[in-house]
């Protein structure tokens, strides 16, 4: 497997401030194991040869073996920290032996280990923060938008309830998704993971809803001519933010699903 595995102690499962010992194979089989500091989520703050590990002399060892890799070490410690964390780099980005600069990391996970019983638990980072983010989003932009767009499409009849009901509900879509959003923005910041695609669709569809918002206020009087345009360029926005919604959500649920 052409990629490096690390293993951090940490005082609060979080990377931030972490000691760890990672270990790859080169090209040529040669094995390589380093200790890193892990000061801070860009790689310029991941230091080789720092921290406070001590490895015992010639205990360390690593092998690649049917596309997995097998790393091993023994500490000079009274008390390790029972919170560890896990991180597997991306695929073919090994370490230069120039600088030895990791890359970011394409997965991770933090547990925590009972060392009287041997016993291991796995901790999820955040957990309340990304559920708090999925559901904002999910009822937001997933729930309330499309009632919204239902009531605009079917409902014309009971005017003008339908046309209240449409934009109470929008309203209180568009409120509920901006506050995922944002919860979006603090959670790729303390997670610190690649979630571009992710992202730049949640913004596109947060503009598409500022957009509608706009259109709202400014919208025609009912005897304009462009009344019904402008109504029809509304119902497209909403579903173009329904349908780019579904494909966030997805794309969301297969990240953080990991993590």
Known sequence: ???????????????????????????????????????????????????????????????????????????????????????????????????????????????????????????????????????LNLFGWGIAVPIGIIAARYFREWDPFWFYSHIAIQTVGFILGFAGVICGFVLENRLGINVHTHKTLGIFILVLGCLQVIAFLARPKKEAKVRNLSGTKDMLASLIVFIGRVCVIRIGDCIFGKT
Do not use: C
């Not at 401030?17 to 310029?44: D, E």
């Open 1 to 135: 497997m052409n990629a490096y595995i690390g293993m951090g102690f940490s005082s609060d499962g979080r990377m931030v401030g972490s000691s760890a010992i990672v270990g790859w194979v080169g090209s040529g089989g040669t094995p390589t194991m380093k200790r890193y500091f892990l000061g801070g989520q860009s790689p310029s703050l991941v230091q080789p040869d720092q921290g406070n590990l001590q490895l015992v002399n010639r205990s360390s060892s690593i092998v690649a073996e049917n596309s997995r890799i097998y790393m091993a070490f023994r500490l000079n410690t009274d008390q390790p920290s029972n919170r560890l964390i896990y991180s597997l780099g991306p695929t073919g980005q090994l370490p230069s032996s120039a600088t030895f600069r990791l890359t970011q990391h394409q997965d991770q996970i933090s547990t925590s280990l009972d060392y009287t019983t041997g016993q291991s638990q796995t901790k999820t980072l955040y957990g309340k923060l990304k559920r708090t983010h999925g559901l």
